[in-house]
């Protein structure tokens, strides 16, 4: 843990800001925000959906920003110390992080922000826009997946945790259900009705 990591807050409380697209959440990203909070001692970890994942354009058809909020409210459900944030979504257009995070610090001046991050999300963090002033708004959390560490840039002060290998990713369990393939147990049950229920990646 490094000296930002472990300076404590005075008044504040230690918040996780788990950005994501989340089409759709899956038990890999659940894990990865209940490690990063265990581990980090965080008051709350806060699943952020992208409105606009501005970088993911033109890649492929996105679900909307409401069935992406309406799968992540029934994957985290009333779970302690992890929530949704529809910041995102409310503020509309493009999802810049540092906008999410000068948003917070507006809101909070006194809360401690960690950004977290998978080994691909951390890999791309130098072409994020703005991302020198995320780094000066947040602790950068990198999520490791075991094997080879993930390349980040080391102009910055990251803090990197342990986290299981669990192989799943959004673009899996969209194939898995356009082939009419069982979705069980790579996402809450809570997830699999809501993808059945609005007819997505059929
Ligand atoms: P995503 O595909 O839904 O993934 C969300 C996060 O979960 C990523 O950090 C991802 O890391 C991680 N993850 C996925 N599968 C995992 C697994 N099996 N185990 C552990 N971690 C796993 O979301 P995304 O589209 O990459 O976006 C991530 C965040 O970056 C969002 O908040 C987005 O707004 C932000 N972003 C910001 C900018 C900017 O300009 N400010 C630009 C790009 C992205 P991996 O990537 O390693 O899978």
């Keep these: 843990m490094n000296q930002r990591t472990e300076r404590a807050t005075k008044s504040g ?10 089409d759709p959440p899956h038990i890999g990203h659940l894990v990865a925000a209940i490690d990063a909070q265990q581990e980090l001692d965080l008051d709350v970890v806060l699943l952020v959906v992208a409105n606009v994942p501005w970088q993911k354009l033109g890649q492929r058809e996105i679900s909307s920003a409401e069935d992406r909020l309406a799968m992540v409210r029934a994957a985290v459900d009333d779970r302690p110390g992890i929530e949704v944030s529809e910041a995102e979504i409310a503020r509309g257009g493009h999802s810049y992080t540092a ?14 922000l960690f950004v977290i991050l998978g ?18 708004l947040a ?8 094997g080879t560490p993930t390349p980040i840039d080391d102009g910055f002060d990251w803090t990197r945790i342990d986290i299981p290998e669990l192989e799943i990713s959004s673009t899996e369990l969209r194939q898995r259900v356009s082939e009419g ?6 996402t809450p049950p809570a ?7 609005r007819g997505l990646y059929v």
């Excluded at 409380?13 to 989340?22: D, L, P």
């Excluded at 393939?181 to 790579?186: A, E, K, N, P």
């Excluded at 997830?191 to 229920?197: D, G, K, N």
């Design 13 to 22: 409380r230690r918040v996780g800001v788990f950005g994501g697209t989340f």
């Design 99 to 112: 906008d999410t995070l000068a948003g917070m610090r507006a809101d909070r001046p006194a809360d401690d």
């Design 119 to 136: 080994n691909d999300a951390a890999a791309g963090f130098a072409t994020w826009e703005r991302h020198e002033e995320v780094a000066e």
């Design 139 to 146: 602790t950068l959390v990198v999520v490791d997946r075991p």
């Design 181 to 186: 393939r069982s979705i069980d147990y790579l």
């Design 191 to 197: 997830v699999v009705t809501c993808i059945a229920e």
